[in-house]
């Protein structure tokens, strides 16, 4: 295993993290935060519990999901992306490096920038909000998996997209709606029969139960379901990419 | 010794349907300096970028120094450096980490002394903190060799080199060519500067419409292939080459000041003697004499005009 070469492009990916610091942690964190602000203290004080929990601390487990889901595939699509784009990628493919090692290395440092922006989010929804995680261990492991699960799905997209455009779309005309119907803002037995089938189809539901599960221990959906769900999403993206280094997919002509 | 690149009916077939290389059969041996001319689109690239992993082939076997490019890609690829022809480098980065990250990617325990080296060799040094988007054309195109050298490669790609670069890079860069030959390093260079190929290569492939037309040494194609030409300057203007001199090779300049013979260096007997004696004897007296020798651009041209 080339060992330096996964090294080499993890900390290339990490350098630029630290170096774009405003738009990469502070932004998602001012922007949550006002979620935290708006749905938390302001109208969350006017509302029931759900479950036994203040609405403040039942949109927590979701919102960071949303920032999660969203910054996990942000940067390892840009990550990949962007040697595409400047033509850097020539390096990548001509070194010695297994496709598996180039994943570890992209995918490593996104997972790892979205684990640490969500581990700041939940510190900083603690000034707005009280909250408890029942299962800490559960919790961070929802959220290393969850990172580098959708991580692996942004990479796709980063091979996928030829434009900057098709880099946005995915996250903000998919991603965003199935968070936001996935049970962030509410329980789905809130919801009608025929709508609780329905959202069981959207594969965020099974992210935010399993999450919630992990701070107050109530879920939707069955926890172990949840990590399977999770799992399973996870197994499907490598297949992917491991097709598409096999066949050169927009990588090699 | 096993050669350092052996390709052996190498095709590629692009999706397209267009065939960039047909039945490519090319040996490099160790320590040479290997020029690839060929005009834009013969297939230079592809078949560099197919030897360093770019571009995959549609069939034919590559090897690296005995290891195949495609079922031993680790082992062919350490051995192996490409500098590209296009100016293709991170912005933000700064020369050092750049150039240590080529080195970790291709899998080499970091070794400060020798990317400083590199760095040194390269007029880079000073230039080791800066952004790379901060630098000029000429410094890139040196940070792209710094990071192509940074894992110390048995053989060296350069893709047109010299592409846009000023006198003095261009130099510097034959002066660091050389230097790499001595300590063993194979380079195989493309270039549309045929100078450069004159200059330094060892032997020359010359490749057109995707086929490898000829490889040879380069003193022994431009002994086989090049043609001198001696050039008399006439004591009184010709109006046309006299009838009686018209079996020769002659020809008049525009002007009539001067006759041009055209002679084969290859062929032990030049004519030279019989055509001096004979313009004696026709009365045609010069007042000077040069030869010249064809140089490889004309070679070059005359052997692609040749295959279109």
Redesign the interface.
């Known amino acids: 295993m080339n060992v330096y070469g996964i090294r080499a492009i993890y900390k290339f990916e990490m350098a630029r993290m630290w170096r774009t610091l405003m738009q990469s942690v502070l932004s998602p964190v001012i922007s949550t935060s006002l979620y935290f602000v708006v749905f938390g203290s302001a109208i969350g004080s006017r509302m029931g519990d759900i479950d036994g929990v203040s609405y403040g601390a039942f949109i927590i487990p979701g919102l960071v999901m949303l920032s999660l889901l969203m910054q996990s595939i942000s940067n390892a699509s840009f990550g990949i992306y962007m040697p595409k784009f400047s033509g850097t990628i020539y390096e990548v493919l001509s070194a010695p490096v297994s496709f598996v090692e180039v994943v570890i290395g992209y995918v490593g440092a996104a997972a790892t920038k979205s684990t640490i922006l969500g581990l700041i989010i939940l510190l900083t929804a603690r000034l707005f909000v009280d909250y408890s995680v029942d299962h800490p261990i559960w919790m961070f492991l929802f959220l290393v998996l969850t990172a580098i699960t959708f991580s692996l799905f942004g990479f796709i997209i980063g091979i996928w997209a030829d434009t900057f455009e098709k880099l946005q779309i995915v996250p903000l005309m998919i991603v965003t709606p199935l968070v936001f119907l996935g049970g962030t803002f509410y329980s789905i037995s809130m919801l009608p029969p025929i709508w609780q089938t329905i959202t069981l189809f959207n594969p965020v539901v099974y992210l935010i139960s399993g999450f919630r599960w992990a701070f107050y221990g109530i879920s939707d959906v069955n926890v172990l379901l949840c990590a399977g769900m999770t799992f399973l999403f996870m197994v499907i993206c490598l297949a992917i990419i491991a097709m598409i280094f096999k066949t050169g997919y927009r990588l090699r002509s | 010794m096993h050669p350092d690149i052996s390709v052996t009916n190498l095709y590629k077939t ?2 397209s349907g267009h065939q960039a290389l047909k039945d490519i059969n090319l040996e490099i041996r160790r320590g040479e300096i290997f020029a690839l001319l060929g005009p834009n689109g013969a297939g230079k690239t592809t078949l560099i970028s197919i030897i ?5 082939h549609t069939s034919g076997t590559v090897l690296a120094d005995g290891h195949n490019i495609a079922s031993d ?6 051995r ?1 450096g ?1 500098v ?1 022809q ?1 100016l ?6 700064t020369v050092w ?1 750049t150039v ?11 070794n400060p002394a020798h990317i400083e080296k590199v760095l040194k060799s390269l007029s880079l040094w000073d230039k080791r903190d800066s952004r790379i988007m901060a630098l000029s054309g000429g410094m890139k195109r040196r940070v792209m060799i710094a ?1 192509a050298l940074s894992h110390e490669p048995q053989i060296l790609f350069l893709d047109e080199p010299t592409a846009g670069v000023d006198v003095e890079l261009r130099r510097d860069m034959w002066e660091l060519v050389r230097r790499l030959r001595e300590s063993g390093v194979t380079i195989i260079l493309t270039t549309h500067y045929i100078e450069e190929a004159e200059e330094m290569a060892d032997r020359i492939g010359v490749i057109s419409q995707g086929q490898l037309i000829l490889v040879e040494d380069k003193h022994t194609l431009m002994r086989k292939l090049g043609k001198k030409e001696l050039r008399l300057h006439l004591q009184a203007p010709l109006e046309s080459v006299p009838e009686s001199l018209s079996d020769l090779q002659l020809e008049l300049s525009e002007d009539g000041t001067e006759l041009v013979y055209t002679f084969d260096t290859s062929e032990e007997r030049t004519g030279i003697a019989t055509l001096l004696r004979r313009l004696a004897e026709q009365g045609v007296d010069f007042k000077d004499l040069r030869t010249r020798e064809s140089s490889l651009e004309e070679i070059f041209v005359n052997l692609v005009k040749a295959k279109v």
């Open positions: 692009y999706a360093c992993g770019i571009v995959n890609y680790r082992a062919a690829r350490a192996i490409l590209p296009e293709n480098t991170d912005a933000f980065e980490d240590s990250f080529s080195r970790g990617l291709f899998g080499k325990a970091p990071k």
